[in-house]
């Protein structure tokens, strides 16, 4: 395995830090694992530019899945006779998918910029895994 075990804690859990703790951290290290059973270190051939590539497409699947979430949610309160305390609490619901929503656009842009610089750039992940190895084996 060539995966920075301390590093991805430490991106994750300050990642949370910086949001609000919610099981993030725990969560992201749990994919992270069962990624590495599936996969192995497959990712490490992938250029940079790929996986920002491959992350864009997740930031676009929280803005579907958002939208798809505030279709079911908006059938739930059309079909359902909900009193106060509930109006709330779907209320809270709403923001939040729409904050997803949000998220997963501004997270999709920040990757297509970061992609754009990317062009010109030697930034492959199996030339990068071959002198880590090769360096592992002089050393």
């Known amino acids: ?39 192995g270190d497959r990712w490490a051939g992938e250029s940079v530019a790929a996986l920002l ?16 979430a505030l279709q079911a949610l908006s059938r739930a309160e059309r079909t359902q006779d909900l009193d106060g305390p509930s109006r709330a609490k779907l209320s809270v619901v709403r923001s939040s998918l729409e904050a997803v929503v949000v998220l997963g656009a501004h997270a999709h842009y920040v990757l297509f910029v970061a992609e754009g610089h990317c062009d010109g750039l030697e930034l492959s992940g199996s030339q990068e895994s071959k002198v880590e190895r090769q360096g592992l084996r002089d050393g």
Do not use: K
């Not at 590539?53 to 798809?68: F, I, K, N, R, S």
């Open 1 to 39: 395995m060539i995966r920075d075990l301390c590093s991805e804690s430490a991106w994750l859990e300050d990642a949370e830090i910086n949001s609000s703790p919610s099981g993030f951290a725990a969560h992201a290290q749990e994919r992270l694992r069962d990624g590495q059973s599936l996969y």
């Open 53 to 68: 590539t491959e992350l864009q497409e997740e930031a676009a699947d929280l803005g579907a899945w958002g939208v798809l």
